[in-house]
Nanobody, 121 residues
Framework: QVQLVESGGGLVQAGGSLRLSCTASGPIASINSMGWYHQAPGKQRELVAEFTTDGSANYANSVKGRFTLSRDNTMNTMYLQMNSLKPEDTAVYYC???????????????WGQGTQVTVSS
């Protein structure tokens, strides 16, 4: 089973920065993609940023230019550098990964436990 361990959340003032980390363990060679989602109270979980299959990064329009996705493959770790944080960024942030399951011919999803990001004004 793929396991995802997150860290880096916290409380910051508007305009500040945080860096979230997600380290994967288990059968990581089978991972197809990784990314970050967030979920605010009363809202649906939304994609924030993700690596595509060709290795490039996609970003939600709301974070484009402020957040940067990166990875350290030797450490099996993905990072989300969050700059110029806004109060509307406040949410629980979840690391996500999936892998191709050849038996069911589908993608299997894995989620981290979530880390709280709170941005005050």
């Amino acid at each position: 089973q793929v396991q995802l361990v997150e860290s880096g959340g916290g409380l910051v003032q508007a305009g500040g920065s945080l860096r979230l980390s997600c380290t994967a363990s288990g059968p990581i060679a089978s991972i197809n993609s990784m990314g970050w989602y967030h979920q605010a109270p009363g809202k649906q979980r939304e994609l924030v940023a993700e690596f595509t299959t060709d290795g490039s990064a996609n970003y939600a329009n709301s974070v484009k230019g402020r957040f940067t996705l990166s990875r350290d493959n030797t450490m099996n770790t993905m990072y989300l550098q969050m700059n110029s944080l806004k109060p509307e960024d406040t949410a629980v942030y979840y690391c996500h990964a999936d892998r191709w399951h050849p038996i069911s011919l589908s993608l299997q999803d894995f989620w981290g436990q979530g880390t709280q990001v709170t941005v005050s004004s």
